[in-house]
């Protein structure tokens, strides 16, 4: 008999100068999809935005895997479960304080792996950003599982090798859907108290990107993924949290839209 599933993932921008607007266009808008499974970047530490949502929802458990090195008590990634959880591991991917995660859950006598990740940023090709990508499956390879699904914030476009070598082993739940990747997840018009400042700082990022492939400075791109293996098949795939509040357009729930898959175990 086959399982029915939902799983989001969503950066939550760690950056609070609006999070009291924000955290509740969240809370609303994951109310609303009610997933099964939900994947958090840029959880922001000590407050633990991860629990705070958690708190909010109501129903998940929340399993915490914080940065390591000197961003370990300002930031991480979490997952949230309403799914009995049999176990989680960690893995610390070396550079830039990144890390990886999962949960092992039993269904239906199938033993499903769900992994989180925040990958090395960098513009444009990142041979830091490949090497995460590669111990992130090795360490894949060796975890027993029927099912596996890699979601998060993988930091490369669908062109870059990381994400082709990801496609190597896994497929892209929203390819699947639709015959290609969404024209972009990031960034979002939500602007903050800092707005000009990251504009500038995203400018300056991208400045060299640009002289080597002549796009605007102002990027968009798509950073966010759902990946699944051969022991799922995709009902659907769609970019979401993606509305402004009612009455600000420029409110969104984060900087980065998020993705949800209706997946089949």
């Not at 002549?214 to 993924?225: E, I």
Request: charged share 25%; with cysteine; hydrophobic share 35%.
């Amino acid at each position: 008999m086959s399982t029915f599933f939902k799983v989001l993932t969503l950066n939550l921008l760690n950056d609070l100068s609006r999070w009291d607007e924000r955290k509740n266009l969240i809370a609303q808008g994951v109310n609303d999809l009610q997933p099964d499974l939900i994947a958090l970047q840029e959880v922001k530490l000590p407050l633990n935005t991860a629990q705070w949502l958690a708190d909010h929802i109501g129903g998940y458990t929340v399993h915490l895997c914080p940065k390591t090195g000197k961003a370990k008590n300002r930031e991480g990634i979490a997952i949230l479960s309403r799914l009995p959880v049999e176990g989680e591991a960690y893995l610390d991917l070396q550079r830039q304080g990144r890390v990886a995660q999962y949960v092992r859950l039993e269904i239906r006598d199938r033993r499903l792996v769900f992994a989180n990740t925040h990958l090395y940023w960098e513009p444009g090709e990142s041979t830091e950003r490949y090497k995460q990508v590669e111990r992130l499956l090795e360490w894949l390879r060796t975890t027993p599982a029927d099912a596996a699904i890699v979601v998060g914030d993988f930091n490369g476009e669908p062109d870059q090798l990381s994400i082709k070598r990801m496609r190597k082993q896994f497929t892209s739940a929203y390819q699947a859907s639709h015959g290609k990747e969404p024209d972009y997840t990031c960034p979002t018009p939500l602007t903050s108290k800092r707005n000009l400042i990251e504009e500038t700082a995203r400018s300056v990022r991208h400045a060299f990107l640009n002289l080597k492939t002549n796009r605007a400075l102002h990027w968009r791109g798509t950073l966010d993924y759902i990946f699944v293996n051969d022991g799922v098949n995709v009902k659907a795939c769609d970019v979401v949290l993606n509305k402004p509040a009612p009455h600000d357009p420029t409110l969104y729930p984060s900087d980065h839209f998020g993705l949800m898959a209706e997946l089949i175990l």
